[in-house]
C-alpha cells in the first residue's frame, strides 16, 4: 500500500444497528437506538428518551455536501452513506485524494457516561465489533480501526478489551476525555504497558468522551442555564469549537512531567484535531519551566528530558487548514515530526471534498520531505504501518 496522504481525523455516524444487532439478548430491550427528537430530526438515544442532539453537519455527521445538511435536525435517510459505510466512505477519500483514514467514533463515546456498566460494556465491545468486522473490513490498510477503551472500569476487563480488539485489527485506542482517574496516574501503567507492545497509539479527541464536564458553552460557570434557542445559545455554540481546540493540552502536559513516556518510552499519544499554530509557544513554556526546576532543584520532577523530546517521538497532533502552523512548520522540525494532516470529514469544518486544494496552498513552497512526514509519514510511524506502506 503506497500511502501519499493520509487523514489521521476522519468520523463515522453509528448505524442503527449497531448495538441492537449485537448486544447480548438481555439487553437488547434497553441498547442504545436512533429515536426521533422535538425538532423533526434522528439522534442517538441512550436511555430510551429523547435523543439530546439530532444528526446534522456539526457535532453530529450530516456533511455539509450533502443537500439535505443542516446543523441538526437532520433524519437518518439524509445521511451520506460514507458515514456508515466502509465502502462508500473510502469512495468519498478516493474523492479527496486520501489513502488511508483513522476512524474515530461518535455517538457511541456516551458509554462511557451510561451508569449500567454491564451494558455500557456490552455497547462498548458492539461498536467495536462493528468497526473492525464491518466498517473497516472493506480494507483494513485503508481503513484504520479505532477502539473505545473502557477506562473506568477494572484494570482487567481495560486489558482484556484491548487485547481482544488488538488480536481482532484495531490500529488505535480511543480515550475519554473525561476520566475517572487522571492519565498520569500508574493505575493506567497496564494499559501503556500493553498499546506500546501492541504498536497502537491512544488518542484524546477533544472533549468527546467521558462522564464530566459541564453544558456545552458554559464552562466553569456553575448554576447557569443556557436559554433553550437563539442567538446566545448559537454564539456560544461556536465559541466553544474555538476553544475544544485548545482542551486536550493540559491532560498531555501532565502525562509529560509525570514521566508516563519515561516509563513507555513506546506509547504514542494523537491529541485530535487541535491543529499546532500554538505548538511552539507550548513547547517553549514547557521547555522554560522544566530547565528552571531542573537548574534550581526547586522541585522533583519525574521527567527525566526536555519535554519537547517527546514531541514527535511520543506526542502528535492532527491538524486541518492551519495557516499558521504550517507557516512554522516549513522551517520548525519539531511541527514536521509531529504534526499529521486530517480532513475531518464529514463534520462542519470538514476540508472534504476540497483536501487537494487545500493541501496545494497551504504545502506551496515547503520541503518535500517535511509535506510527506506531515501527510502521510509522521502517521506512518504513529499507526505503525510500516509493513504495509511503500514510499
Known amino acids: 500500500m503506497q500511502y501519499k496522504v493520509i487523514s489521521a481525523d476522519n468520523h463515522i455516524t453509528e448505524p442503527p444497528g449497531t448495538f441492537i444487532e449485537r448486544v447480548p439478548a438481555r439487553f437488547r430491550d434497553r441498547a442504545p437506538r436512533i429515536l426521533p427528537g422535538d425538532d423533526g430530526g434522528d439522534g442517538w438515544s441512550f436511555d430510551g428518551g429523547e435523543p439530546r442532539t439530532t444528526f446534522g453537519a456539526g457535532g453530529q455527521m450530516g456533511g455539509l455536501a450533502s443537500p439535505k445538511a443542516k446543523y441538526r435536525g437532520m433524519k437518518w435517510e439524509d445521511i451520506l452513506p460514507g458515514n456508515y459505510d466502509g465502502a462508500a466512505h473510502l469512495k468519498d477519500m478516493e474523492l479527496d485524494g486520501i489513502d488511508a483514514v483513522a476512524v474515530y467514533p461518535l455517538a457511541s463515546a456516551a458509554t462511557y457516561a451510561m451508569e449500567d456498566r ?57 480515550l475519554p476525555f473525561y476520566s475517572a482517574r487522571p492519565y498520569w496516574d500508574p493505575y493506567y501503567d497496564p494499559l501503556w504497558k500493553l498499546v506500546s507492545d501492541a504498536g497502537c497509539p491512544v488518542t484524546i479527541h477533544r472533549e468527546h468522551g467521558g462522564k464530566g464536564g459541564t453544558q456545552e458553552g458554559n464552562r466553569g460557570y456553575q448554576g447557569v442555564q443556557l436559554p433553550d434557542s437563539g442567538e446566545i445559545k448559537d454564539s456560544l455554540w461556536v465559541s466553544s469549537t474555538v476553544q475544544r481546540f485548545f482542551s486536550v493540552m493540559g491532560r498531555i502536559t501532565d502525562m509529560i512531567f509525570t514521566g508516563v513516556f519515561d516509563r513507555f518510552p513506546n506509547l504514542k499519544i494523537v491529541n485530535a484535531e487541535c491543529n499546532f499554530g500554538w505548538v511552539p509557544f507550548w513547547r517553549q513554556t514547557m521547555d522554560e519551566e522544566w530547565e528552571r526546576h531542573q537548574t534550581t532543584g526547586w522541585t ?92
Open 118 to 174: 454491564d451494558l455500557a460494556l456490552a455497547c462498548v465491545r458492539a461498536y467495536n465489533d462493528w468497526m473492525i468486522d464491518e466498517f473497516c473490513s472493506v480494507d483494513p490498510s485503508r481503513l484504520l480501526a479505532m477502539c473505545l477503551v473502557p477506562v473506568d472500569d477494572p484494570m482487567d476487563t481495560i486489558l482484556e478489551e484491548v487485547e481482544r480488539t488488538a488480536q481482532k485489527g484495531a490500529k488505535e485506542f480511543f
Open 300 to 391: 522533583k520532577m519525574l521527567a527525566v528530558q526536555s519535554p519537547s523530546s517527546y514531541l514527535g517521538r511520543n506526542v502528535f497532533v492532527t491538524i486541518l487548514d492551519d495557516k499558521v502552523g504550517f507557516d512554522l512548520a516549513r522551517t520548525d522540525k519539531g511541527l514536521q515530526e509531529m504534526a499529521m494532516f486530517s480532513n475531518d470529514y464529514p463534520h462542519s469544518v470538514t476540508l472534504w471534498p476540497r483536501s487537494q486544494e487545500v493541501i496545494a496552498d497551504l504545502t506551496q513552497g515547503m520541503d518535500e520531505s517535511a509535506k510527506h512526514a506531515i501527510l502521510a509519514g509522521n502517521a506512518i510511524r504513529a499507526f505503525n504501518l510500516d509493513a504495509m506502506a511503500t514510499i
